[in-house]
């Protein structure tokens, strides 16, 4: 399952507009391919999206996405960017997402 803007929490929050190629959400350039803006939606869809697939979450409740996506946006220290950071938090603090 894929994890689509209109299940999302916040979708009405985040920001679904790129003003340029650097903020594109179909190209990635260096530091934005490795860290998280949490203001914007594609790349929270993304990233959640990417943590899914990588825990092998096949046939996962819409409802185990919407917890970690809060988790995301309201736990996760703020000053943890990057990726692989912030995915080794969840790890580390919610064992039941490994």
Known sequence: MAYTKDQ??????????AKSDKDNPNVRHGK???E???S???EM???INSLADSWKWKDKPVSLYNNLERIIIN???RDIHK?????KWIEQKYNVFK
């Open 8 to 17: 999302m929490v916040y979708k009405d929050k985040y920001k679904w507009t």
């Open 32 to 34: 934005e391919a490795k």
């Open 36 to 38: 998280l803006n949490r």
């Open 40 to 42: 914007e939606g594609y």
């Open 45 to 47: 869809r993304d990233f």
């Open 75 to 77: 736990e996760v220290p």
């Open 83 to 87: 990726h692989d950071e912030i995915k």
